[in-house]
Structure formats: C-alpha cells, structure tokens
Nanobody
Framework: VQLVESGGGLVQPGGSLRLSCAAS????????MNWYRQVAGKERELVAR????????NYADSVKGRFTISRDNSKNTMDLLMTNLRSEDTAVYYC????????WGQGTQVTVSS
C-alpha cells in the first residue's frame, strides 16, 4: 500500500489550497478514505472522510463549510479542497486508509500565515 500526498504549502489567511492523495497497492474503490491532520505535540485528528463510492462525506466541525473532500476512483486519487483557511488549520495533513492495518502517507505541511 502506498499513499502519496501533495499540494501543501504556505498560504495567507482566507486563502485556499488543494491537497491530493495518490493511492496504490490496494483496490481503491472498495474503501473509505480519510484526511487527518496533526499539529506538533498534539494528537492526530480526523478532518474529513469520503465513502468508497464518494457519495457520502463527513467533516470535523472545525472545517465544515470550508473544506471539501472528493475522490476519483478511475484515477485512484483523493482530494481535499481547503478554502477560507485560518491560522489554526496549520498542520501536517495525512492521507489515510484503514484496511486490515492502518496506512498513512508521508504527510504534507500546510502553513496558514500572513
């Protein structure tokens, strides 16, 4: 299983970023996919989840209305569109899939700062 995130970077408050996760090594269309984030010294928190078909999504209260999770099962990719970013969104963002084991990407840093 391999999960590779991309798209992080430095953005000003109120700005937008799109993160992407490229997945391989498993049948992508069979499994729900997740985005987590982690701030140094704090526990990793679930940001958003998308069902295997993409028909159902769930979000942490802190990002509802600002973030949109989506997936393309034809390309084995998942995205997280982040808008109206705030300083408290600064974190390392991880792509995740829970199979028999829990798999993580290497993470991508998102920094929201003026």
């Amino acid at each position: 299983v391999q999960l590779v995130e991309s798209g992080g970077g430095l953005v000003q408050p109120g700005g937008s970023l799109r993160l992407s996760c490229a997945a391989s090594g498993f049948t992508f269309s069979w499994f729900d996919m997740n985005w987590y984030r982690q701030v140094a010294g704090k526990e990793r928190e679930l940001v958003a989840r998308v069902s295997s078909t993409g028909d159902s999504t769930n979000y942490a209260d802190s990002v509802k209305g600002r973030f949109t999770i989506s997936r393309d099962n034809s390309k084995n990719t998942m995205d997280l569109l982040m808008t109206n970013l705030r300083s408290e969104d600064t974190a390392v963002y991880y792509c995740n899939v829970q199979l028999a084991l829990n798999y993580w990407g290497q993470g991508t840093q998102v920094t929201v700062s003026s």
